[in-house]
């Protein structure tokens, strides 16, 4: 191990105690053979120590937390918190008890093969029932005498 | 100190505001602590808690827990020192073209940060390091996390830890032989 690994390694791995076992011991036996290297060894755990020193700060002052406090209170909820909250609270109520795929996947079913189905059947009443409304409208104008039933059908989309 | 209770955060987070008393009065000495050697100065260390601290009210909601309470205050921290540190840069950028003397500040800033010797001259050598590398610097040597820890909570890999560390101490070797730091 030459000059340039050995400090390489004093100012990381070795000086913070992670180097391994082989490492350790080529460090150690350069140490012992460089007289350059011993030196910044010196320096380097000099520095090291005047950090690790450092006394604590006190905390910060009292104030701060007042601050905090007031902001922390005065602040209203956004849009985005209520909107946020209330989609989570929702979207876990309804969450089913075989995941979220399996229910996506049920839903574009209903949407793919049940939905055709409901619109047809809506379109199909929808006529039926413009049928026997014409029926009615039909026999109430021949029973008013007059024949003319050529306003009927408007008068039964106008009712529908 | 006790250990905060299982449920304080829950219990924050739906808006007590006396549990988020005792998440501040437990980990507000910490915050303060690494704002403060990011910073330097007292009353910047104090803001950047109080920011830290209303930025944790805000998103306490979304903290999942999947790292500790304590390593997401670090990394908020860093953010909120380096997010000032740059912002405290344009300023004087534009000061400095509108003819105020950066000297003086600087003066001002040394007289206002230091309590003792000892202090002044780490103060000196801090600001010798970049902020990265003094996040890592501090991480390591004050707060005792190890270079995975460290790379979680800066959210870099181990190497680019282990790469920031070594320029930072051997600036920090330079600046002391330059400055002739006792220390």
Not at chain 1, 41 to 49: E, G, L, M, P
Not at chain 1, 130 to 135: A, D, G, S, V
Not at chain 2, 29 to 42: C, D, E, H, P, S
């Amino acid at each position: 191990m030459n000059c340039q690994q050995t400090q390489d390694l004093l100012l990381t791995d070795f000086l913070d105690q992670q180097t391994n076992p082989e490492q350790q011991l080529q460090v150690h036996q350069h140490l012992k053979d460089c007289s350059v290297c011993r030196e910044q060894w010196a320096s380097i755990t000099a520095v090291d120590a005047t950090l690790k020193n450092v006394p604590s700060p006190d905390g910060p002052s009292p104030y701060v937390w007042e601050r905090i406090a007031d902001k922390v209170q005065a602040r209203p909820a956004s849009w985005l918190d209520v909107v946020q909250e209330n989609l989570a609270g929702l979207i876990e109520g309804f969450k089913p008890a075989w995941g979220y795929g399996s229910f996506v996947g049920a839903m574009l079913v209903v949407l793919v093969v049940v939905l055709p189905l409901v619109v047809q059947q809506q379109h199909q009443a929808a006529t039926a029932d413009r049928e026997y409304l014409l029926q009615l409208v039909y026999a109430d104008d021949k029973n008013a005498g007059d024949g003319d039933v050529s306003d009927s059908g408007f008068v039964v989309d106008h009712l529908l | 100190m006790a250990d905060l209770a299982d449920d304080v955060i829950g219990r924050a987070s739906a808006g007590d505001i006396a549990a988020f008393e005792e998440i501040y009065r437990y980990h507000a000495g910490m915050v303060y602590r690494v704002a403060l050697r990011m910073m330097a100065r007292v009353e910047d260390a104090e803001e950047v808690t109080q920011q830290v601290f209303i930025s944790v009210h805000k998103h306490l909601k979304s903290f999942n827990g999947k790292s500790s309470l304590k390593t997401w205050l670090y990394r908020i921290t860093v953010n909120c020192s380096l997010n000032t540190l740059k912002a405290r840069k344009r300023h004087v950028e534009v000061a400095w073209v509108e003819g105020f003397d950066p000297e003086d500040t600087h003066d001002n800033v040394r007289e206002t940060l230091t309590r003792g010797e000892i202090h002044q001259q780490i103060t000196d050598l801090l600001e010798e390091i970049t902020p990265d590398q003094r996040a890592c610097i501090l991480f390591r040597t004050q707060e005792g996390l190890s270079y995975e820890e460290i790379a979680l909570t800066l959210g870099i890999n181990v190497n680019t830890v282990r790469s920031r560390l070594k320029r930072a101490r051997e600036a920090l070797l330079t600046a002391r032989t330059r400055k002739g730091v006792a220390v």
